[in-house]
Structure formats: C-alpha cells, structure tokens
C-alpha cells in the first residue's frame, strides 16, 4: 500500500522476543519456585536450624509441629499408618485389583511429593522467621528481685520498703489497702487484660474499679448475700452468684438477665473462647451456659454433694472441681462423667486449686494444711509444701509460673521452680493481720500486681517478676488500652471464632489432626456393633414372646385381681390350715342340713377333745 506521495510506508519491524517456555497462547502463567529451587531452600533452611541454639531450636519446632507435644503424635501416627500397610486385609479383592494395587504402590505420585514437599518448606521458613520475629519484638523479660549475697533473702523485702524507695512512682501506687468492714469478707478477680477488677463483698457490696485511673466506674447494692462474681467476655459484663440466682450485669450496674436454672452457686468460671459460663454450688450441678445464644449447653450432676472450688485449665478448657471428700474431677461439657478423678488429699477436704498456663501443672491445698504439685501429664503428685496459720484458702498461679498461696492472715509466693520440683525458701510474702483467713488471691494479667480479697475489705501488693511483660493485642480483649471501636470490632472477631463446646477434651491437639487408619481397631469395632445388634434383635425376640397377660372381662387385669391370682400357687401354712378349718365347717353344715346327729365333742374329756 502507498501513501498519497507515492512511496510505501516502512515497514513495522519486530522485536525478537526470546522464548518463554511459562508463556503459552498470549497468556502469561506465574508459577512459583521450582522443585529443584525448593530442594535447596529445605536444605539451606536444615542447616540454618542445626546451626541455631538448643532453646531457638526447640521454639522453631514448636511452631513448626504446632505445640511442643505435636512431634511425637506424629510419629506415633506414622508408625501406626506403616503398621496398617502391613497388616492390611486383601481377602475381599481378586487377583486383577491385587495387581493394579502392587502397580499403584511401586509408582510413585511424583506430585503429590513435591506439593508436600513445597508446604514442609514454607512452613519451616515461616517458623524460623517467626522466631527471629519474636526475639526481636519481645525484647522485655520478667524482672525478679535478686540478692547480692547469701547473707540477704528476698522475703525481707515487704511493701513498705518497695513502695517508699525502691519501686517507681506508677508502680508503686498499686500497693494500697481499701478498708471495708461493713460488708466483708471480700473477693477480688481481674479480667483478661487486667484493666478492671471486680469487689464482691458477701453481704452484698459490688464494686468495679478502673485500675489505670484507679477511679470507681460502678458501684451497687444488691440487699443480699453475694457468694461470688467474674467478669464474662470482657470488662464490661460481669456475672454475680446471689443468694438464689445467677445475675448479668452491665458495666453501669444495670441488671440485664437472671439465670434461673443456675440455683445457689458457690463458684463461677467463664470460658473466652467458647463463650461459656461454668457454674457449680449447693445442688452439686455443673452447668454450661452459653452467653452468646442464652441457652443452656449442658447439664451434669456430680453425685460427690456440695462444691466451693472450680477452677479451668487455660490450656484445654477443662474444668477442675475440689469436692469435700478430698477428690479433684475433670469435666467437659461433652460428657455427662467425669473424664480423670484424683484423689488429691485424703481424708480432707480441697479447699483451693489452681493450673498453670501450660496446664502441666495443678496446685491443690485442702483441709490437711498442705500444698500439693500433681503433674498433669500422668496425674500423680510431684510434691508437696505445708502451711501455717491455717489450710490454704485460696492459691493462684501467675502468668509467668509464680505461685501464690493464701493461709489464715498470710500469703507466701514462690518461684516458678517450685512447681517443677521442692524448693526450700519461698519468694515472697505478706501478712494482714487480724483480717485472716484470705477468701482470695488473684495475680493482675500483664502486671507485678497480686489482689487479695480478705476479712477486712481488699489489699493490693506488687509481685515483681509475676506478670507476662510481652502483651499480645491481637488477642481478644487482652489490650487493656482498646476504645469502644476496637471493643465492638473484637467482640464481633470473637464471636466468629467461637469454639464448639464438643472441642473441650484433655488433649486439644486432636482437634484438626488426622484420624489413625488404623485397620484392625477398625474392623473390630464393625465386630463389636454386629454383635450388639444381634443381641439386640435377640432380646427384642424374646421380649416379643413374653407377651403381657390378655385382659378377660372388665375387672379381671386389675393389679389387685393379678396379685391374688399370683397368691393362689403360694404354699403356707397359715393358709393351709385356713383351708382346713373352712373343709370341716363345709362338711359339718352338710351334715345338719341331712339331720345327722353332729357329735362335736363337747361333752368329752379334754384329754379326748383332739379325737373330735
């Protein structure tokens, strides 16, 4: 073609393009690393692990397996999976499946392997990263108080001395006592961010105080006795056990529900990631209540009487109960018994328990005046510590392993080893006197901050070294720094990842884990429903011939008519000389209505009379 000058146009050269072989029809496809590239990134990151330190070592594989427990449930999957291989049953297959079977096993899915493979190394690089990100973001560590010389003790250390010239002005304002005798004792709880505590005194007094301002945010009468109270979700509801009832408050003091099915509760728990209000008292009742939907989950009945102490597991969401018998039972809403009984002090009853963050460890005190440390692993008793001044009313369990013991007018704190193994000094301590005995002791979350809840109203002491000092904000309702926005925004979060109440069990890795194929178990459980089936159409059979008792004529099938009936086989002597006696009265009127002279005997001696 030409222009109107005559001459052609040039032509269009074309870029020489070098060949793509990822480029297909004008469509460009993005794929990822190679297999081979993958291959050496596993490898680099391999070595990379076995170069990190035994502590960094343990952290990455505990991310990478999930938990630290996760590494031998998968190999007991494993060996379990290869045991089945071996053990498979190919009786019900014919020789041409048994071939294509033997064909299937010796070709191997080669991208079945690579997809694994390509997973396995994201997942260990990210787990990696993440614990690098964690030793640079959590760059605080708990701060205990330590001695110069062996001649000093930590316990010499009290309140006074910390709050007049050691501690910081803003720490040290939360040691202070509040006295209120009029509707003592009191108990005192925090919740999950420990911005707000609760005072619940049992003659009726609740109180709710703002722990940043340390202002009074509600305050209300209830006119009768308060046995106990927490809060639910977050600081803004909280939930009281009356006299009668359970009541839902608002953070104004506004009543909002009453519990009518929850009757004379001692002791309250409340789950956050199900949603769950726990309730035990006088009727010996465990009940779940679901607090987003209102409605009742389940109902069980311990059968061991009256219980004062309920404390949950944070690890699993078990609920641990101390009877007066001196037992401890674990409970989940899924089952109607009790799934572990332990009887933790004998010939007591357990008067306080509490479980650590890992939920290895339990603390029990009862009325023997003794501590002990059970290991939840294997439920068995590790040690134990005596008290003095009284039983131990009350113990808590910090976010960082301290323990807290309340005894009479005296609460001792250990270190987190004393949960491990027996210890022979005590951390801290500090005495109320006269206001004895504790009704409880409850760390702050978050804060070197323990609240005691006593005779004489509420005291506040630091623990330095108690608190967790790296907080999570991604957590729900664990910044105690949110606004109203971002409350509402978790509320809603939380309530999209509210756990089912069949998700509690004592092992919470089997949820979202592989079922074992494990064959034999397999085939013996179809064994055993087959015969319970059998057994059941057995007695249905038998049942069907042992029919009931055709009723006759009106009257007849009455129960007294059946029970005479029943009578008339019976052999006794009573009735047997009744039946004589009525046999010699029949005769003798036969007799003398015939006009046979009747010879009764009468005039006989008395030695004869029994010829008559």
Avoid at 154 to 161: C, M, P, S
Wanted: aromatic share 6%; proline share 3%; glycine share 8%.
């Amino acid at each position: 073609m030409k222009d109107s000058s005559g001459e052609a146009p040039p032509t269009k050269k074309h870029k020489q393009v070098p060949h793509n072989p990822n480029q297909t029809a004008g469509n460009t496809i993005t794929r990822g690393a190679s297999h081979e590239q993958l291959v050496a990134r596993r490898k680099s990151a391999k070595s990379h692990l076995s170069a990190l330190t035994p502590e960094q070592r343990s952290s990455v594989l505990a991310r990478y397996h999930g938990t630290a427990g996760r590494t031998d449930l998968s190999s007991t999957r494993l060996r379990n999976l290869k045991r089945d291989d071996a053990n498979e049953d190919t009786s019900n297959l014919s020789s041409l499946q048994l071939r294509n079977l033997q064909k299937r096993r010796g070709r191997s899915d080669r991208d079945l392997k690579r997809q694994t493979a390509r997973r396995e190394t994201k997942r260990l690089e990210n787990a990696i990263d993440a614990m690098h990100a964690e030793e640079i973001l959590h760059t605080h560590q708990a701060g205990l108080i330590e001695v110069e010389n062996d001649m000093e003790r930590t316990t010499q250390v009290t309140q006074d001395k910390l709050k007049n010239g050691i501690l910081e002005e803003n720490v040290a304002r939360n040691i202070y006592d509040l006295e209120l005798g009029d509707y003592s004792p009191y108990k005192m709880n925090y919740d999950r961010s420990g911005r707000y505590s609760i005072l619940c005194g049992r003659r009726g007094h609740m109180a709710v105080i703002d722990q940043h301002t340390m202002g009074l945010r509600t305050e209300f009468y209830l006119g009768e006795t308060a046995r106990d109270a927490c809060f639910l979700h977050s600081g803004m509801m909280m939930a009281v056990a009356q006299e009668k009832n359970v009541f839902i408050y608002d953070e104004n003091g506004v009543e909002i529900h009453r519990l009518d099915a929850h009757k004379r509760v001692f002791g309250m728990e409340f789950l956050p990631y199900h949603w769950l209000l726990a309730t035990i008292g006088h009727g010996g009742f465990l009940q779940y209540q679901d607090t987003s939907t209102g409605l009742l989950v389940s109902q069980h009945r311990t059968k061991l009487g009256p219980c004062h102490v309920i404390r949950q597991n944070p690890f699993n969401a078990v609920l641990h109960l101390g009877h007066t018998n001196g037992t401890v039972t674990l409970w989940s809403p899924s089952s109607s018994e009790y799934l572990v009984k332990m009887l933790c002090h004998k010939g007591s009853a357990v008067t306080s328990l509490a479980i650590d963050r890992s939920g290895t460890y339990m603390a029990t005190g009862g009325g023997d005046s003794k501590v002990r440390i059970w290991d939840l692993r294997m439920y068995k008793e590790t040690h134990s510590y005596n008290t003095y001044g009284g039983p131990p009313m009350c113990l808590d369990i910090s976010q960082t392993g301290i323990l807290g013991i309340g005894h009479g007018c005296h609460s001792t704190f250990w270190k987190s080893d004393a949960l491990k193994v027996k210890v022979g000094e005590m951390y801290m301590k500090h005495e109320v006197s006269g206001k004895g005995p504790l009704e409880s002791l409850r760390f702050r979350p978050f804060e070197d901050v323990c609240g005691i809840g006593h005779a004489g109203g509420i005291s506040s002491i630091v623990i330095p070294g108690s608190g967790e000092p790296c907080l999570d904000s991604m957590e729900h309702f664990t910044n105690p720094y949110m606004d109203s926005k971002q409350r509402r925004e978790a509320e809603v979060r939380s309530l999209l990842e509210k756990l089912s109440p069949d998700m509690i069990a004592l092992d919470p890795d089997v949820i979202g884990s592989i079922e074992e194929s494990n064959i034999i178990q397999r085939q013996q459980r179809l064994r055993d429903m087959a015969e319970e089936a059998d057994a059941r159409k057995t007695a249905e059979k038998e049942d069907a011939k042992n029919k009931k008792e055709k009723k006759r004529m009106r009257g007849r099938s009455k129960i007294a008519k059946k029970l005479a009936r029943k009578q008339k086989n019976v052999i006794d002597e009573n009735v047997n000389k009744l039946r004589e006696a009525r046999e010699r009265e029949k005769s003798a009127k036969a007799r003398q209505e015939r006009g046979e002279n009747i010879d009764n005997g009468d005039d006989a001696p008395a030695a004869l009379k029994r010829f008559y």
